[in-house]
């Protein structure tokens, strides 16, 4: 039936009605803008860590960071944060709005660093040089079983320890609990958002299989995702006006190069065993759809990390194999090299720290090249401990789950579910619990298992 016939039709049948209300009063209960999302772009708690944050002033360090000028925007800060102060929700509203229309039309800084950098955005022009080799495995299929096993126990239990140091400095860490980094600290949780959109990839990928697009991703994304933080957010509004990836990833989307793909990205290592070229190609179909650019390469180098944890189990080779799979001449590379010969060229770690945190001063916690770093650190001087390096990571501070569970997916690869110390597999109680409606708790048995029929649907 066309349009027209449907909307005809309808009036047809349509019979006058006196209604004793216009139902008008349930137009504030629909209120476009709420309050709690209002407050939450100013002045908010991270839920694991409680550490403060400010998405507005994210977005404003995050369009400068990409080479443009926001001082219209930056002049326009201090003004909402009046009315923040004075509980203005009405003026908040509005100047919230201006600051994002602000960052869309800033103009390009031309004397700006960004514009040295080449940012290819098609999957031919990132993928040009990477290699499609394809690493044999080890025929004992119980040994694959186990290290994917293991790889989502690494994953859930660094993101459990992650989720309460996230959003605070390595100054602020070491002072507040010392000796206890590296370490659980208070009560045991797997809930968090990262784990949120693997559940979903998986989901799309089992409907799908290799035929997967970016656009099946994002429309389970709205079918199945209440709400999300930063890039994602924006991601999910984009796509419920039905602007679908790439546009999504990056249509007025200030937080397109923050860490969101490379936190979830481990997912497609884990269904590419020693397969990184695929792995990368699942992770850039998945990552365009909240990100782009830089952002996109981060949830690749995440994935083809992941994947080259089933046939290398030195973290530093896979950490120097993965340089491979980053395009040339890209500002991600360059600072992913930076800090691999830092490492190469320092024995402590906290010195590496210290120069990453100088570099990176100027970008927000929750940007991907500051975590990205911690990652590199973390697993170089780690030497493949697995309590060395969650303790490394958690020292690292900035968005500390995402990292930790990059990190515990690639060790716990390499260690298998067996060999993984039970400090931090038992608290688990083998369940991972989310805020998703169709998945509130699930076995981590369940998950490994779900993930191998995938991988070998013959078995």
Not at 296 to 323: C, H, R, W
Not at 381 to 409: H, P, Q, R, W
Request: charged share 25%; hydrophobic share 35%; net charge negative.
């Amino acid at each position: 039936m066309k349009a027209w016939q449907n909307e005809l039709e309808r009036r047809k049948k349509a019979k006058p009605l006196i209604s004793k209300s216009q139902d008008w009063q349930h137009m504030e209960e629909m209120n476009i803008f709420p309050e709690d999302l209002l407050l939450s772009y100013w002045d908010s708690r991270v839920p694991g860590s409680y550490a403060p944050e400010s998405l507005i002033v994210g977005a404003v360090q995050s369009v400068e960071n990409m080479g443009r000028d926001v001082s219209s925007a930056e002049k326009l800060l201090e003004k909402g944060f009046e009315y923040l102060k004075a509980k203005n929700l009405l003026q908040l509203k509005a100047i919230t709005s201006e600051i994002f229309f602000l960052l869309s039309k800033a103009k390009q800084i031309e004397s700006h660093d960004y514009k040295n950098f080449e940012r290819p955005l098609t999957w031919e022009e990132v993928s040009e040089k990477f290699s499609k080799e394809k690493y044999n495995l080890c025929e004992n299929f119980d040994i694959i079983k186990d290290k994917i096993y293991g790889g989502w126990l690494g994953q859930l239990a660094g993101a459990s320890m992650g989720t309460k140091l996230e959003g605070y400095t390595h100054d602020a860490l070491e002072e507040a609990y010392g000796d206890q980094l590296g370490n659980y600290i208070g009560e045991v949780s797997t809930i968090n958002d990262d784990i949120t959109y693997e559940l979903i990839f998986l989901k799309t990928y089992e409907e799908k299989k290799q035929g997967i697009t970016s656009n099946d991703i994002a429309k389970n994304w709205i079918a199945y995702i209440p709400f999300g933080w930063s890039a994602e957010l924006v991601a999910l509004e984009n796509i419920k006006r039905g602007i679908f990836p790439p546009e999504s990833g990056y249509f007025n989307n200030p937080f397109q190069e923050w860490i969101g793909s490379q936190m979830r990205c481990m997912v497609h290592g884990l269904l590419c065993p020693g397969n990184p070229y695929e792995a990368s190609r699942l992770a850039f179909i998945d990552s365009q759809v909240s990100h782009s650019g830089n952002g996109v390469y981060g949830g690749i180098n995440s994935a083809v990390m992941t994947s080259l944890a089933f046939i290398e189990n030195d973290p530093k080779k896979i950490v120097q194999k993965s340089l491979d799979f980053i395009p040339n001449n890209s500002e991600f590379k360059k600072n992913v090299e930076n800090v691999v010969k830092y490492c190469r060229e320092n024995e402590d770690w906290v010195y590496v720290l210290k120069l990453v945190e100088k570099d990176f001063e100027k970008y927000n916690w929750v940007h991907l090249y500051p975590n990205t770093a911690a990652v590199i650190t973390s697993l170089w001087y780690g030497n493949g401990d697995f309590n060395k390096t969650m303790k490394i990571v958690s020292s690292f501070g900035y968005d500390v789950d995402c990292n930790a569970g990059e990190i515990g997916t690639i060790l716990g690869i390499i260690y298998g579910k067996e060999n993984i110390p039970a400090y931090w597999s038992e608290p688990l109680r083998d369940t991972l619990q989310t805020y998703l409606p169709s998945f509130h708790k699930i076995k981590i048995n369940d998950l490994s298992e779900w993930q191998i029929h995938l991988i070998f649907p013959y078995l």
